[in-house]
């Protein structure tokens, strides 16, 4: 029987991958596990390798095409087969620029997405036009940009810009949307003397392999501590009960062209700083980069987000459910502290972490934050 070439599922809450480009064409002869095409999901970018050896036949996915997880995309032959009749919809041509969503076989009782492109769908959701309602002018019935732009035109006949989003945008909108109607947050903050970690960082920057040591590797380590020392932070909120965490994975919030993505430093309480700068270094490069992969990404318990080197003092950061805390780092800077009764310059961080009240309550959060800020204000338990 011919093997089949899976869209697969790279995540947990994945429902669909985009090809990007085809690595193999079709009739050429492949190799089992050598690559074939590459897809995109919300979070990465993977090749997806050939289940056997043989011959490539009946693409059914072009470039740009968004297909169900599970739905079958190609298949290898083997020596002397033939490709099976397909009863499958074929895939719109790559050069059509229409998204195709895929149906399996034999399910008519499902209600079809209508064909539309990228560019009909964002005119569409601007304008508040249901796509359902429209005939489309394109190839095979899809619903194109002029089509929505006739069917509600706008006022004065100007036509507003549309700026491209990828899907990992697109995921990160529905997903931070989603987390605050549907977590409910609070959040803590507080001022921190950072003196000693200054003075951490620059120690520990003489050391061979922590040259590059940033403010993120310090605080992933104490917040890996605090998170090993108040395991109930380490977790998350579901199906009506409270999940403890599979280790303690720190998530690092990383801005891309793309959008927002969080690799992951697995095990963080368990890796002295060196480990951490490395690992941080490796994830951030990936990441933009366009290359983590899914275990890059995967079991995160805890997030950073540091905006200090864009010059922000404090902000909130919004939770990356399902974990139940994010800790929102601002600038480190010069100003007044209280130090024995007199006042003196010292450089000054802000923490603020939020929280998801149905895993934290306000106790809990605050002794977390205690020990957050007991560790920034003496590292030395931490110093490796």
Request: aromatic residues 4%; negative net charge; proline residues 6%.
């Amino acid at each position: 029987m011919p093997a089949d070439v899976i869209m697969p599922a790279l995540g947990m809450a994945q429902d669909t991958g985009k090809v990007l480009r085809w690595l193999r064409s079709d009739g050429d002869s492949v190799a089992k596990g050598e690559p074939l095409l590459e897809v995109e999901t919300d979070k990465v970018t993977v090749e997806i390798e050939s289940p056997a050896a043989g011959t490539l036949a009946g693409l059914r996915a072009p470039a740009g095409a968004e297909v169900p997880v599970g739905t079958r995309i190609a298949v290898v032959l083997a020596e002397g087969e033939e490709p099976v009749a397909e009863d499958e919809p074929a895939a719109v041509r790559a050069d059509t620029a229409v998204t195709a969503v895929y149906s399996p076989p034999r399910a008519q009782t499902r209600p079809r997405r209508t064909l539309a492109s990228p560019k009909a769908r964002k005119v569409a959701a601007a304008r508040g036009v249901d796509l359902e309602t429209l005939a489309g002018s394109g190839p095979n019935g899809a619903v194109t940009a002029a089509d929505v732009e006739a069917a509600a035109p706008v006022g004065g006949g100007g036509d507003e810009q549309l700026l491209e989003v990828g899907s990992v945008w697109r995921v990160m909108a529905e997903r931070t949307t989603r987390a605050w109607q549907e977590v409910p947050q609070f959040v803590l903050s507080r001022h921190v003397d950072a003196s000693r970690l200054e003075s951490w960082r620059a120690v520990a920057r003489q050391k061979p392999g922590c040259e590059g040591v940033s403010h993120t590797d310090l605080l992933v380590r104490v917040c890996a501590e605090a998170l090993r020392r108040h395991p109930r932070v380490n977790a998350s909120w579901h199906q009506g009960a409270i999940v403890a965490g599979s280790g303690v994975n720190v998530g690092i919030a990383v801005a891309t062209e793309a959008g927002l993505v969080v690799p992951v430093v697995r095990a963080a309480d368990t890796l002295d700083l060196a480990a951490v700068s490395s690992r941080r270094r490796e994830l951030v490069e990936s990441a933009r980069a366009g290359r983590l992969r899914p275990q890059d990404v995967e079991g995160g318990t805890f997030t950073i987000s540091n905006l200090g080197m864009y010059g922000v003092d404090a902000f909130q950061a919004i939770v990356n459910a399902p974990q139940a805390a994010i800790l929102a780092v601002g600038r480190t800077a010069a100003r007044p502290w209280a130090v024995g009764g007199e006042v003196v310059v010292r450089p000054v961080l802000t923490l603020s972490v939020s929280f998801d009240h149905r895993v934290v309550d306000g106790a809990r959060g605050a002794e977390f934050l205690d020990t957050l800020a007991s560790l920034v204000d003496e590292p030395a338990g931490l110093v490796a």
